[in-house]
């Protein structure tokens, strides 16, 4: 296992390899981000796993998780503000060498990410079929997509919790450590999704003859493999925190709650809860539109959104990639570096994602194929794929941009570049053509507003704003913090 571990080490280097406050840009960008290609690829697996599976199962199974996707994102883009809180603080608490007060950070955002989980699970569990009924799920996708949910929302303390200690290992520049813990979990996932959705059933000699080895439980089995191979997953992110041998440390008594430190997290967190939240309830609304339409329709929404989260991951892990660079630059006073980095990121970005989006128009019907046998839905969901594939060059340059404003603490500006993005711009567009042209209406609002989110947040950033949010101003404030960070026992 050692050896395996070196032997991927010398793929992917950390923070160890790379001073991500000095020397050249390009590299340790690309070895911070390529993990995080592979991380979110592995995140990914887990949709694209129940949507094959489910795909095989029913066309009613495929349309109720194309109800419950979003459900997921909202719930987890509400309490997605403190993650994001945790990562710029111990990323800029790292570059400016402040280990103490990143351990701090880190350990008080995972008590607050844990309260939040509970309580958002809980919300969700009670009022799942409201939801969804409310979006407009047929009486034969109903049930499902709530017995779905259900699952998820009591599983939702392991999903957000792992998604918080990967991010608070990227604010201090780890991204290795989360991909390899990540592989884990979607193997499991992978291996155990099949037996639980269709079942299993022995049949060879006795006395195991017909002993039902896995009960069939449809889609439900795929929420309950998800969450299982999750709660694995921060069994092990915990383990590793706690020793403090790769990456930022936890410390238990740390994570006494600190409501004067909530403060904190909060004036970073909410804004960017906004931002994730916006997204989350851009995809609800869409959904609605979408209801009215046959459930044909709302399975082909399901692959489309699913296939973007594959292709985008790119986009994201950059992001991401540049949101550490740019925080740990800003703490070490170095905000010209940071700049470097996010209009390196954003060219990049933008060639290789419009690369990907011309081979996704030729290849839609294919890649439709792949997740349904409903040849309607393959259709449908190829002129999707069209319809938006030759603007997947613009997402990757809002992202960019948008992932600098939160590395420097702005999270309320990439929240307002988001809501623009998605509420003022594509949610209204989809409404308009929707009942004029159909479904293409719909697809059309992607495209659209994929351009435009990249022209305000390219035009937003050479306002200069940005560089205003050092750490005092940016409300990360480590030098003159009223903050007691209790002294470590050595």
Not at 120 to 126: F, I, R
Not at 309 to 319: C, E, H, R, Y
Not at 351 to 374: H, K, M, Q, R
């Amino acid at each position: 296992m050692t050896d395996i571990r070196r032997r991927i080490s010398s793929l992917f280097k950390g923070r160890e390899e790379f001073d991500l406050t000095s020397g050249g840009i390009g590299k340790p960008l690309f070895f911070l981000s390529m993990p995080i290609v592979v991380t979110n690829l592995f995140q990914t697996a887990y949709n694209l796993a129940d949507t094959f599976w489910l795909g095989q199962y029913s066309t009613d199974a495929l349309a109720a998780i194309s109800f419950a996707f979003p459900m997921v994102f909202l719930l987890i883009s509400l309490g997605m503000g403190i993650s994001v809180a945790g990562s710029v603080l111990v990323a800029q608490y790292t570059g400016a060498g402040e280990e103490r007060e990143a351990e701090y950070a880190a350990s008080q955002t995972m008590t607050f990410a844990g309260i939040a989980s509970v309580v958002l699970g809980v919300v969700g569990y009670l009022f799942v079929g409201d939801f969804l009924d409310i979006m407009g799920a047929s009486p034969d996708v109903l049930p499902m997509a709530s017995s779905y949910m259900e699952v998820i929302s009591l599983g939702l303390l392991f999903m957000f919790g792992f998604a918080v200690f990967v991010a608070l290992m990227r604010g201090y520049g780890d991204t290795i450590t989360p991909m390899l813990v990540m592989f884990g979990s979607v193997v499991l996932n992978i291996i155990i999704d099949p037996f639980l959705i269709f079942g299993w059933t022995v049949v060879e000699n006795a006395p195991f003859v017909g002993t039902i080895a896995f009960p069939e439980l449809g889609i439900e089995g795929a929420a309950i493999a998800t969450v299982f191979s999750r709660a694995l997953a921060l069994v092990v992110g915990l383990a590793i925190m706690f020793r403090g041998k790769r990456g930022v440390q936890i410390n238990l008594r740390d994570m006494v709650p600190n409501f004067t430190y909530l403060r904190r997290l909060a004036r970073i967190g909410i804004p960017a809860s906004i931002e994730g939240t916006g997204r989350a309830v851009s995809m609800n609304l869409l959904l609605f539109i979408v209801a009215f339409f046959p459930d044909t329709v709302v399975a082909a929404y399901g692959i489309g959104t699913r296939v973007f989260s594959v292709v985008f991951l790119p986009a994201i892990a950059v992001a991401r990639g540049v949101e550490t660079m740019t925080g740990q630059n800003i703490g070490a006073d170095k905000p010209d570096r940071a700049e470097q980095a996010t209009a390196l990121a954003a060219k990049v970005l933008f060639a290789i994602l419009t690369g990907a989006g011309i081979l996704i128009w030729f290849g839609a019907a294919p890649i439709a194929d792949l997740f349904t046998t409903d040849s309607e839905v393959v259709d449908i969901s190829a002129e999707f794929l069209r319809y938006v594939a030759l603007t997947f060059g613009f997402i990757g340059i809002m992202r960019a941009y948008t992932g600098s404003f939160r590395g420097a603490g702005k999270t309320l500006t990439a929240a307002a570049i988001s809501v623009l993005m998605l509420g003022v711009i594509r949610f209204p567009i989809a409404w308009v053509f929707a009942s004029s042209i159909g479904e293409s209406g719909i697809w059309l609002s992607f495209a659209i507003s994929n351009v435009a989110g990249a022209a305000i947040a390219y035009a937003w950033y050479q306002r200069g704003t940005w560089r205003k949010g050092d750490l005092t101003e940016s409300n990360v404030d480590i030098d003159e913090t009223n903050i007691e960070v209790p002294a470590t026992d050595d």
